[in-house]
């Protein structure tokens, strides 16, 4: 079965400040899809970036990018020009023609 | 269009009472997931609904748990004689396997405290 680890359970950065929140996996498959999810207090789980195993080239969106490792299973999340609206819980996941599998979590705040 | 919804935002019950929790998914999405997360805690998968195969019930913690879904549309979570060990938030995710990604859309969730 696959895990999802977050070892930090807790992160703050400055405003404007760069932050990167780790994610390490397990799996013996090498086609996979991984996602990072953010959840603000309202509880509603956005989708913030994914990216496909397959695809070596590592995706980005705006301030968001992702270090993916294939090899060491590792798929970190770089937040960029840090927000005020960017606190929030960030939760890792991995998915491969089964439910999501998370991570516990890494709770942001950004402080002004 | 609109996103996935779900009903009631908030629910407040008593032990030993049934509760039903609604899911609209986006229109079109085959795939529908139910997932639980306790207070400060990720999230865990609960059933998986696709098209009009047999639903994947693997993750429901127990028989008083059950879940169904209308065809592509509406489902319902509903929980019988809760404990106070149900509390938590129950999301709903949609989508679409026919498009290239299997990307899940998470509608806002059900808050269920359970007294």
């Known amino acids: 079965a696959q895990t999802v680890t977050q070892s930090q359970p807790e992160m703050s950065v400055q405003e404007a400040e760069t932050v990167t929140l780790s994610c390490t996996y397990d799996t013996s498959e090498s086609n996979y899809y991984l996602f990072w999810y953010k959840q603000p207090p309202s509880r509603q789980m956005i989708l913030v970036i994914r990216?496909?195993?397959?695809?070596?080239q590592n995706a980005t969106e705006n301030r968001f990018s992702v270090n993916f490792q294939k090899a060491a299973k590792s798929f970190s999340l770089k937040i960029s020009d840090s927000q005020l609206g960017d606190t929030a819980m960030y939760f890792c996941a991995f998915w491969l023609n089964t439910p999501l599998v998370f991570g516990k979590g890494t709770r942001l705040s950004v402080i002004a | 269009g609109a996103g996935v919804s779900q009903s009631p935002s908030n629910k407040v019950t008593e032990k030993g009472k049934d509760v039903e929790l609604r899911c609209d998914p986006i229109?079109?999405?085959?795939?529908l997931y139910w997932y639980r997360q306790r207070l400060g805690q990720g999230l865990e998968f609960l059933i998986y609904?696709?098209?009009?195969?047999?639903?994947?019930k693997s993750g429901l913690p127990s028989d008083r748990f059950s879940a169904e879904r209308t065809g592509e549309s509406v489902s319902t979570l509903t929980i019988q004689r809760t404990q106070q060990e149900d509390s938590a938030v129950y999301l709903c995710?949609?989508?679409?396997?026919?498009?290239?990604?299997?990307?899940?859309?998470f509608g806002p969730g059900t808050r269920l405290t359970v007294l």
């Open positions: 609904f696709q098209g009009n195969s047999a639903p994947d």
């Open positions: 229109s079109g999405h085959t795939a």
């Open positions: 990216q496909e195993a397959y695809k070596q």
């Open positions: 995710a949609s989508s679409s396997p026919y498009l290239s990604t299997d990307t899940q859309y």
